[in-house]
């Protein structure tokens, strides 16, 4: 079976896997701080996902955020990068609005893309260089607008912290208004859709984005750190990802004058 089919296929059944996991019983443990969780779930489907990569493709490279490959610091290769539940909040509070996110890259560079909203069953994925889908429907190129005519996907939670609420409330005092959903890889591919003009965290994992990276340049779209530079799979960093109109502006207008603070807060996440 041809590598996209694979992943696709995969990525499906790991829904069907949650839907069905999630009506026994979920145990939930705290990560880095009482908001941060972890299901048995979440590490259920990583571990599943990535058993039936090795059983097909034993030579390729797996980044999950359950604890696959954080040794891993070279992109050569065929690396799979994996969130079982991007939106673990959601799925033990709602039990709706997360998604499972993949990216595969082959030595650095993308290769297909895909973030399964599981509970509404839509699949949007992207080869390299072939379009993106919303199930099987193509997703057109992407407008620009102007941050004044945009929603900005935003956690709410970074106004509050002082350092960081300085450099991020003008860009959501001059935008139309601000949404957040709690999955940063439907926030994404809200982007690549148009639901959102702009999506913007200072700090994210790269299973968090891996897929959502790929969907998103696809239609056009574009996604950096807040410099404006290319994001790595191997480490966290600030992203900002929109249409190319408002992803510029931001970066030059509202970014650019902080960037010693941006460039020192770029380098503790080396």
Do not use: C
């Not at 039936?52 to 050569?76: F, L, N, R, V």
């Not at 994996?82 to 959601?90: A, C, F, Q, R, V």
């Not at 702009?198 to 897929?211: E, F, I, K, N, S």
């Amino acid at each position: 079976m041809h590598l996209y089919d694979f992943a696709k296929n995969l990525v499906l059944e790991a829904g069907n896997n949650i839907r069905k996991w999630m009506h026994e019983d979920i145990e939930i443990e705290s990560k880095s701080n009482p908001n941060d969780l972890v299901t048995n779930v979440d590490k259920a489907v990583e571990t599943f996902i990535v058993s039936q990569i090795e059983a097909q493709y034993p030579h390729h490279k797996m980044i999950g955020e359950e604890g696959h490959g954080h040794d891993i610091d070279s992109t050569q290769g065929t690396i799979w990068v994996i969130d079982p539940i991007d939106g673990t909040l959601n799925f033990v509070h709602q039990k709706q609005n997360f998604a499972i996110s993949v990216g595969i890259y082959k030595d650095g560079k993308p290769y297909a893309g895909f973030v399964y909203d599981v509970m509404r069953d839509i699949l949007y994925h992207a080869k390299a260089s072939h379009g993106a889908f919303k199930n099987e429907m193509p997703l057109p190129q992407l407008q620009n607008t102007l941050l004044k005519e945009s929603i900005v996907g935003l956690n709410p939670n970074w106004l509050t912290k002082p350092k960081m609420g300085s450099i991020l409330q003008p860009i959501i005092r001059d935008s139309r208004t601000a949404r957040a959903y709690g999955s940063a890889a439907l926030e994404i591919v809200y982007v690549a859709t148009g639901l959102l003009s702009a999506y913007m965290t200072p700090r994210l994992h790269p299973w968090d984005y891996a897929g959502g990276l790929i969907i998103l340049q696809e239609v056009g779209g574009s996604g950096t750190n807040f410099l404006g530079e290319p994001l790595s799979i191997t480490t966290h960093s600030t992203v900002l990802f929109g249409n190319k109109a408002i992803h510029e502006e931001i970066l030059n207008h509202y970014l650019s004058p902080y960037r010693n603070e941006l460039i020192a807060m770029q380098q503790r996440y080396q």
